[in-house]
């Protein structure tokens, strides 16, 4: 029954999403399944890599360390996601971060060999793939954004702002067309805008500081100064954005004093 979960959870993973579940256990089969405890490193910086790792279950830190032992985290991997794909298929097939559990989490390894006859198998696969690579580069040109935002009030605003637009385009996907066409999700009466206006904190607010490469508390006061100021409100890991145009100047403002 676990193993049958565990097949489940990467049948629905980006890497296979359009995969037919019945033939999903003969790509399983020549998969390497591995079990990391809370806080163990599965790679470091400079580690050859020669297979990619899906995670089944569980949390992992991708981390950029410096020689002073500082660190910063450079993306946060969950259930589905992968890892190493960019590495195999590069002429410098290295580490480049140092990947860390953040709780006991399960990955399934495929060597380059496997991935090949798995993609010229499954185009599905292949598609996906591809996909998956062109929006990690998206993804890290933001957060390279982010990280330049130089004050902490900057790096913040960027971040929530980011969550604000992803959770908008999940809440645009659920709402109703006729609510579509009223302004911000609809009237003030409609349910949609304070929903569409609060975000939540995908992790605690330990390691998202560690994310905007700031240390816990930095990430707490302006958090605090912040509501402060008027421009969220703060429920544990949920936030109202109250002013997001004011927000959104903070971060115009950064990129313009950058250039």
């Keep these: ?21 019945s033939d999903f256990g003969d790509f399983c089969s020549v998969t390497r399944p591995r079990t990391f405890e809370k806080g163990e490193i599965i790679a470091k910086e400079g580690d050859n890599c020669n ?10 830190a991708v981390q950029k360390i410096s020689t002073s032992g500082e660190f910063a985290t450079i993306a946060l991997l969950s259930e589905g996601d992968f890892f190493g ?45 591809l996909r998956i690579l062109s929006d990690r580069v998206s993804y890290q040109n933001r957060r390279i954004e982010l990280l330049s ?13 980011e969550l604000y ?16 066409k009223c302004e911000m999700f609809g009237k003030e009466s409609c349910k949609y805008p ?8 995908p992790v605690s607010k330990e390691i998202a500081a560690k994310y905007l490469a700031m240390p816990r508390p930095s990430f707490s006061r302006e958090l605090i100064s912040m509501e402060k100021d008027g421009l969220i409100k703060v429920n544990g890991r949920r936030i109202t954005l109250c002013d997001v145009a004011k927000l959104e100047t903070e971060i115009v403002e950064g990129l313009s004093a950058n250039n």
């Design 51 to 60: 297979a990619i790792g899906i995670i089944s279950e569980g949390q992992i």
């Design 194 to 201: 304070s929903e569409a206006r609060t975000v939540e904190l």
């Design 165 to 180: 637009n992803q959770s908008n385009k999940n809440l645009e996907d659920m709402v109703p067309e006729t609510c579509k």
């Design 85 to 129: 794909a960019d590495i195999i298929y590069s002429s410098n097939n290295t580490y480049q971060t140092t990947l860390e559990t953040m709780k006991t989490s399960k990955v399934r390894f495929i060597s380059k060999d496997v991935m090949n006859k798995i993609m010229d198998q499954c185009p599905t696969v292949k598609d996906n793939f």
């Design 149 to 161: 935002q130089k004050t902490l009030r900057e790096k913040v605003a960027y971040y929530l702002i």
């Design 1 to 21: 029954m676990r193993q049958d979960c565990t097949y489940r959870a990467l049948c629905e993973s980006d890497l296979f999403r359009g995969v037919d579940c």
